[in-house]
Structure formats: C-alpha cells, structure tokens
C-alpha cells in the first residue's frame, strides 16, 4: 500500500538555526498538510497546501515557518530560526483529490524534531 | 470551529475484553470523522472513517464505530481486544470532504493487561 514517508527520522538543531523537514506525499494526493504534536499532547494542525499554495494556516504557523513544493514529490517544512518550543513530532500528511467525499489524511511516521 | 473531546485519557482492558473508546465532536455541519491509531514512536494510522450513510461502520483490525448525531457522538469498539492493540487512539473531525484540517481529540492511551 502507498504511504507517506518522512526524512529524517530524528532531527537535533540548535535554537536559531533553520530546519528542513521532507515529506514524500503519496503520489496521486493534490492535498498536503503538516501537523505537531508536542510531547504528551494532541496533534494539532499546521497548515494546508493544495495547488502550490496555502489553503489554510493555523495560528501556530507564523512568519517564522513556511511550506514548499519544490518538484513533483517532496512537500518541505522550513523553520527559519527554531526556538525550544518547536520541539515536536511533526506529522506529514496527504490526501485524493477534491470532490470525493471523505477521502482520509494518509500520515507520516513523523519526523522528531529536538530543539537544543 | 469544530473541536473533539475524548473524555477518557487511560484506559486499561483484559485481554479478550469488550472495549468502548469515547469521542464526542462538535460542529455546525455534517461532519466528517476518523478514528486514528498511534503505536509507540510510530505516525497515525487510519482505522476508520465515517462520512455518510450507514451509521455503524467498519474498519481494521476488527474495530468499529457509530455515529450518532443525537449524542453528537462517534464511539470506537471492538468486541476482544488482543495485546497487539495497546496503543494512543485519537477521534478527529474534518469538514470539506475531509480535505480540510483534522481537528484532534486530545487522545485516549490503552492499555491491554494479561
């Protein structure tokens, strides 16, 4: 069965650097969404992408972070200068096309972002 | 806005016991619901989607779930529960055909004793 799959697996970056997370959406999926969830806590969304833009954003997703497709298979989360509470398991997530009615968010196994 | 609430943070279950996971929704309109598995360290697997038409429906590894719009609630089952299913269950609700957010439920962590 297809799947998502996300590099790298474990990401360590020291505070005010800036973080790439890569994301290989199934390959027929036009939506694609990043998701965290802190330790402990409820998966929250980011944002989702659909047609080479942002369709919605969440309060979360500041200036500080954005989204790109830059080829027909990745789908990349930047931070530009993480901060401690960034620390997250961050979720990709894709799904089929629009006008099928309840077509589910395939996920990731997440990357692990630590934030020293 | 739409939001999930799990009202059970642990639950513990014997082997071969029933199990009932709780999840109440809420949200304007007909909603779009999931129910997502999380295994130690690993991503969010699908076990089942409730969209429209039959209430009951089925999902893998042998759960199944109602929606009842009267209690505005869509509970998670399965009859006997074996180790292999300790696990973090997550309810979410979506809208748009499902391809706008998830809003999550905070998560229910069981635990399946001998």
């Known amino acids: 069965e297809p799947e998502v799959t996300q590099t790298p697996s474990h990401q360590v970056t020291q505070m005010g650097q800036e973080v790439i997370l890569r994301c290989v959406p199934i390959?027929?999926?036009?939506?694609f969404y990043w998701y965290r969830q802190i330790l402990g806590q409820k998966v929250e969304f980011l944002v989702s992408?659909?047609?080479?833009?942002?369709?919605?954003k969440s309060e979360i997703f500041d200036d500080q972070f954005s989204v790109e497709r830059p080829d027909g298979s990745n789908f990349t989360l930047k931070i530009r200068s993480t901060k401690l509470e960034d620390s997250a398991m961050y979720f990709c997530?894709?799904?089929?096309?629009?006008?099928?009615?309840?077509?589910?968010?395939?996920f990731g196994d997440g990357t692990r972002l630590s934030i020293l | 806005a739409q939001s999930v609430t799990q009202p059970d943070i642990h639950i513990t279950v014997s082997e071969g016991a029933s199990l009932e996971l709780r999840c109440n929704y809420s949200?304007?309109?007909?909603?779009?619901l999931f129910w997502y598995v999380q295994s130690p360290g690993q991503g969010l697997q699908l076990l089942l989607k409730y969209f429209s038409g039959d209430t009951l429906v089925q999902g893998i590894k042998g759960f199944e779930a109602e929606f009842k719009r009267s209690q505005s609630s869509f509970n998670l089952r399965k009859p006997s529960v074996h180790w292999s299913d300790a696990a973090e269950y997550f309810c979410a609700v979506g809208a748009n055909f499902g391809n706008e957010k998830l809003t999550f439920g905070t998560g229910t962590r069981l635990t399946i004793i001998p």
């Open positions: 390959s027929n999926h036009l939506y």
């Open positions: 992408f659909y047609n080479n833009e942002i369709s919605e």
């Open positions: 997530a894709s799904s089929e096309t629009q006008g099928r009615a309840g077509q589910p968010q395939h």
């Open positions: 949200y304007g309109a007909t909603p779009y």
